[in-house]
């Protein structure tokens, strides 16, 4: 069946760096893009941005514009999405989202990750 | 950006109720509405897409309608593995955005 596994819990110092994988099964990793989205505590969600799978072409939300990098691995259908220099407003839940479709329009996040709680704290 | 609200923020229904929850775009969006259901502590589930399209493996009792700026979420007959926090979602344009939840509660 359709999966996403992603990596474990993480705990950052502020100013630190972040990684998250995202590990795709199930269906043709390079037919999709894959989504990031966040949500912090209690909070509601937010959508960082995407990447498409077949081409590389990124889109960040201006958010997160300079301090995100999304990428994949196609040789392991592995997404990764890096966030820089953290504060204690980047506490969240992590979510990848398989992707329907990366346009300008249409498309949502099908298939989701568990999660990745990342806590930011000194 | 797409501001998309909802309403109510919270809602306590029982069991067997019938629950609607409204959302609203802040400019036309068409058809381009999703609904997601959120269980505590774990990831978002899609429900319906294209505003009134039923995911697959979705019970019949929840359907989706609305086009431009107002959709609405029905739920017919509530079972008690229905209560959870739904989210609206945009894909007219980028960024991508999400109504602020409304959380079902039992009554």
């Known amino acids: 069946q359709v999966d996403l596994v992603q990596s474990g819990s993480e705990v950052k110092k502020p100013g630190a760096s972040l990684k998250v994988s995202c590990k795709a099964s199930?269906?043709?990793?390079?037919?999709?893009?894959i989504s990031w989205v966040r949500q912090a505590p209690g909070q509601g969600l937010q959508w960082m941005g995407w990447?498409?799978?077949?081409?590389?072409?990124?889109n960040y939300a201006q958010k997160f514009q300079g301090r995100v990098t999304m990428t994949t691995d196609t040789s392991t259908n592995t997404a990764y999405m890096d966030l820089r220099s953290l504060t204690s407003d980047d506490t969240a839940v992590y979510y990848c989202?398989?992707?329907?479709?990366?346009?300008?329009?249409?498309?949502?996040?099908?298939?989701w990750g568990q999660g990745t709680m990342v806590t930011v704290s000194s | 950006d797409i501001q998309m609200t909802q309403s109510p923020s919270s809602l306590s229904a029982s069991v067997g109720d019938r629950v609607t929850i409204t959302c609203r775009a802040n400019?036309?969006?068409?058809?381009?509405l999703y609904w997601f259901q959120q269980k505590p502590g774990k990831a978002p589930q899609l429900l319906i897409y294209?505003?009134?399209d039923l995911k697959p493996g979705v019970p019949p009792r929840f359907s989706g309608r609305g086009s431009g700026t107002d959709f609405t979420l029905i739920i017919s007959s509530l079972q008690p593995e229905d209560y959870a926090t739904y989210y609206c979602?945009?894909?007219?344009?980028?960024?991508?955005?999400f109504g602020q939840g409304t959380k079902l509660e039992i009554k």
């Open positions: 294209a505003a009134s």
């Open positions: 400019q036309s969006i068409g058809s381009y």
């Open positions: 989202a398989r992707t329907t479709d990366t346009g300008i329009q249409g498309g949502t996040f099908d298939v």
């Open positions: 199930g269906y043709t990793f390079k037919g999709y893009g």
């Open positions: 990447i498409n799978v077949y081409n590389g072409n990124t």
């Open positions: 979602q945009q894909s007219y344009s980028l960024p991508r955005t």
